[in-house]
């Protein structure tokens, strides 16, 4: 399968300006799941933001009904 990095890049919800992995969706997931936590893209953007990508956040925010 061909890498679209380019064209995910453009629609990437990621902040973080020096990431390495931002369109490259196969490192980021190994990554943040590796640490326990979900990538930028499964987040709103204003909890994006707050760069706490845990498990745990998000369970809150599905609980608040806000994911």
Do not use: W
């Not at 890498?3 to 300006?17: L, P, R, S």
């Not at 369109?23 to 190994?30: P, Q, V």
């Not at 709103?44 to 806000?66: H, I, M, Q, W």
């Amino acid at each position: 399968m061909e890498c679209k990095q380019t064209t995910i890049k453009k629609g990437c919800n990621c902040t973080y300006e020096p990431c390495s992995r931002k369109g490259i969706c196969c490192d980021c997931i190994k990554y943040h799941l590796r640490n326990r936590e979900l990538p930028a893209c499964c987040f709103p953007d204003d909890a994006e933001r707050t760069f706490n990508r845990s498990f745990e956040y998000f369970a809150r925010l599905v609980s608040d009904g806000k994911v």
